[in-house]
């Protein structure tokens, strides 16, 4: 079966991994949102949900990091364009894969908790009000803030993943243990789910937030998805892309640029070691005419 279904090409491999990668970060992400609207509180809580965001995107970087690096995330994946280190060609390829993905992984908790959303909305799927549960798959701000607000809040998020993920990654950094990378890039969830999850969640993903509100535009919950909150879609789209540019760009000006190359260091010292024989070999010369001399 390996031998007549294994794919050959290195790019069909990437886009399964990143669809399958980015599924699981939904499947775990969104699922730990609807236990926790869906039980009213009472088998989750906000804890429970960052740690489900975070279990979903170790998890999903863990199956895909070996074949395609485990981006999970367009904003990544344009860093790693910005910065040389993914081609330009592939970079639709992989967004695509993680839109798919998305969209599969919110079909996934559709599915999965199905029975569910029809006792808690009574068959009547709702983007606002009591009994809302659109929310469950895609991000909406809050209350309180302004567009520039949730725009500039998507950004600084998003630039602090990419930055700390460039950080772990970093061989001529401290980096993390080979092996750990999926764990510490789970942590940077975490501690940005603690600290900067107040205005509208931290979605700092557009797949992750475009597919699964395109999923329930599609199921039941209506274009509402778009419209709402004066058509705040697409600032969980746009605003990470700049965010992701921004960390990468940061981290390389501030930290990357100026490590030192252990080639030429290497070469600088056979240079002085090539010096100082050069050196003794004279002073052992001249020593020797003085003595005959």
């Not at 960052?50 to 970087?61: I, N, S, Y």
């Not at 401290?174 to 107040?198: C, D, F, Q, T």
């Not at 509100?213 to 209506?222: C, E, N, P, V």
């Not at 709402?228 to 600032?235: F, Q, S, V």
Request: glycine share 12%.
């Amino acid at each position: 079966m390996k031998h007549h279904c294994s794919i050959k090409h290195d790019i069909f491999k990437e886009f399964l991994a990143e669809f399958l990668g980015t599924f699981v970060l939904v499947l775990f992400g969104c699922g730990s949102v609807a236990q926790t609207v869906l039980s009213r509180n009472t088998l989750g809580e906000p804890l429970t949900i960052h740690l489900g965001f975070t279990t979903g995107l170790m998890m999903g970087v863990y199956v895909a990091g070996g074949v395609s690096g485990g981006h999970l995330n367009p904003a990544v994946s344009l860093a790693m364009v910005i910065l040389g280190k993914l081609k330009i060609w592939k970079f639709p390829i992989y967004v695509l894969a993680q839109f798919l993905g998305a969209f599969a992984g919110a079909a996934g908790v559709f599915g999965l908790y199905y029975d569910a959303f029809m006792e808690f909305t009574s068959g009547i799927l709702s983007v606002t009000g009591i009994n809302a549960t659109a929310h469950i798959f895609a991000s909406y701000p809050g209350r309180h803030l302004s567009i520039l607000g949730g725009f500039m809040d998507q950004v600084i998020g998003t630039a602090m993943l990419v930055l700390c993920i460039l950080a772990i990654t970093d061989d001529k950094n401290i980096g993390a243990p080979k092996g750990m990378e999926p764990l510490a890039v789970g942590l940077i969830i975490l501690g940005i789910s603690v600290s900067m999850g107040m205005n509208c969640g931290y979605p700092l993903n557009p797949a992750r937030d475009l597919g699964p509100r395109l999923f329930t535009a599609m199921a039941g919950w209506g274009m509402e998805v778009f419209s709402t909150a004066d058509y705040w879609w697409w600032i969980p789209v746009a605003a990470p892309l700049i965010g992701g540019i921004t960390g990468a760009v940061v981290y390389f000006l501030l930290i990357e640029l100026h490590h030192s190359d252990p080639d030429k260091a290497q070469q600088n010292a056979e240079e002085d070691e090539d010096d100082d024989d050069d050196e003794d070999s004279s002073l052992k010369d001249k020593y020797e005419m003085i003595h005959m001399g």
